[in-house]
């Protein structure tokens, strides 16, 4: 068997006709930068999270800068931002020239561990981003009530977790901004970059979206530094598309994520995912633990099963981002262990049971 770790042709397949109508429908009407479909993406994508506004963007790390730069966010401040994680938020965090302070994870859920939080703040602190890692929520109760005591705002990266719930509300509703991503491996996917910044606050919903196009107050007026981060009309108009699909996509990956559970759960040799009892995940990636990671994912290669690793490396330990003398258990022994397995919604059971044949056999060959 050969497997690929995200199938994104079948899902194509299934929804073929309404891709195509809705990206013809763009085609006719010509407005390829702002066109209708984006107001009507940005309602839909609103109405979801459960939050009153939503600008849809370029990608989510632009998201993150444009959420950053709405905050006011610059040089001698710091945002809290965990330890391990996609680099996107660190980068954004520097980018405008402000310190990342890095937070080491948990190791359940390998979010932002809430008990080492507290250490981070000071005179400077101007921010936190947590990122809801895998798909599932990171504890955004403690994280906010935190934030509140320091009088700062929280952005969840909900970049993998858009769809799913933290305590019966949903990701990109659960602090000040939060934003998503739409790159075509997410669980909502395009084709081609995009993303979306979610808020109740309608003063910073203006803020955001006036830096999404320039700074631009009306047309050729520009009153605030901004950027291009505007998400393309085509874009737009394969997410309406795609969401019709989305929550059957989300259940699937669900029942994936339990089987995967039952079958692999008498495998002593992985830790597998920790999902509180509070947060439905909605999966981005099904991470397990494993001693040995690399050579077992090479053999897996080997036999068809691909596998990924989110992420190799801690983000403070990165060239570009590395802070001399910071060393966190947690992220550095997630660095080591992980392997992210497929988990693509229009993968078929038996080729989940292949994986986990191999995985298994890869094991008991190592
Ligand atoms: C994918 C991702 C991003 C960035 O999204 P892009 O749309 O690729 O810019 C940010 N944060 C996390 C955690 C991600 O997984």
Do not use: W
């Not at 606050?201 to 979206?209: F, K, T, V, Y």
């Not at 494993?290 to 080997?302: G, I, N, T």
């Not at 392997?339 to 919604?345: A, D, L, N």
């Amino acid at each position: 068997m050969d497997i690929k770790f995200i199938n994104l042709d079948r899902q194509y397949e299934l929804i073929k006709q309404s891709v195509d109508e809705n990206i013809k429908a763009v085609h006719s009407h010509g407005h390829y930068i702002l066109g209708p479909e984006v107001a009507e993406l940005e309602v839909k994508l609103a109405d979801r999270a459960g939050v009153t506004h939503c600008i849809a963007t370029s990608n989510g790390t632009d998201g993150l800068l444009v959420a950053l730069m709405a905050l006011g966010i610059g040089p001698g401040d710091e945002v809290i931002v965990p330890g391990f994680t996609f680099i996107a938020p660190v980068e954004a965090v520097c980018l405008l020239g402000a310190k990342p302070v890095f937070i080491d994870v948990e190791v359940g859920g390998c979010n932002i561990d809430v008990s080492k939080l507290e250490k981070g703040f000071s005179r400077n602190t101007k921010a936190i981003i947590a990122v809801s890692l895998y798909g599932a929520c990171a504890e955004f109760d403690e994280i906010n009530a935190l934030a509140k005591k320091y009088g700062v705002p929280v952005i969840e990266d909900a970049a993998q977790s858009f769809g799913a719930t933290y305590k019966n509300s949903k990701s990109c509703g659960l602090t000040d901004i939060a934003v998503t991503s739409f790159f075509p491996s997410k669980p909502l996917g395009c084709y081609g970059d995009g993303g979306a910044i979610f808020t109740n606050n309608d003063e910073l919903a203006h803020i955001i979206r006036q830096i999404t196009v320039h700074g631009q107050e009306t047309r050729y007026c520009h009153t605030r530094l901004g950027v291009n981060a505007r998400l393309d009309t085509i874009q737009a108009a394969i997410l309406l598309a795609k969401l019709d699909v989305f929550d059957q996509e989300i259940e699937k990956r669900h029942e994936l994520a339990m089987r995967y559970n039952e079958l692999l759960d008498t495998c002593g040799a992985i830790e597998l995912p920790q999902v509180p009892p509070h947060c439905k995940s909605v999966y981005a990636q099904f991470t397990v633990k494993l001693a040995d990671r690399d050579r077992v994912a090479d053999r897996m290669k080997a036999s068809g099963a691909p596998t990924a690793v989110h992420y190799p490396l801690p983000a403070y330990k990165q060239p570009a981002y590395r802070q001399e003398g910071l060393s966190f258990p947690v992220s550095e022994m997630l660095a080591e262990r992980v392997m992210s397995i497929p988990i693509c919604p229009y993968m078929t059971s038996q080729e989940q049971l292949f994986v986990c044949e191999t995985l298994v056999d890869a094991i008991k060959g190592s």
